[in-house]
């Protein structure tokens, strides 16, 4: 999977997420580049009430509440399956 896809797969994600939580109701979010120390991280997605990172070298994406409590923490591998809604890992 090239890393193009493997983002898609995060946003997709993303916004399965935040759609199963907000009872289907449109969701606007913004993404930006995260970088930490001088180095690429990956993409930070946001909404007015939640926060993703994706994590590009881990392919992991951890979705925060407002307040920063983690909700959720995804590998690629658990991002999701086309016909579903992520599973979620144990924060």
């Not at 890393?3 to 935040?18: D, G, K, S, V």
Request: charged share 30%.
């Amino acid at each position: 999977m090239t890393p193009t896809q493997r983002l898609e797969r995060a946003r997709t994600c993303f916004q399965r997420f935040c759609k199963a939580r907000d009872d289907d109701s449109p969701i606007q979010w913004s993404e930006n580049v995260y970088i930490a120390s001088g180095f690429y991280v990956g993409r930070r997605l946001t909404t007015e009430s939640r926060s993703g990172i994706w994590f590009a070298e881990e392919d992991e994406l951890k979705i925060h509440d407002a307040d920063g409590n983690l909700l959720a923490s995804f590998t690629g591998d658990q991002m999701f399956d086309s016909d579903t809604m992520p599973h979620q890992r144990a924060a």
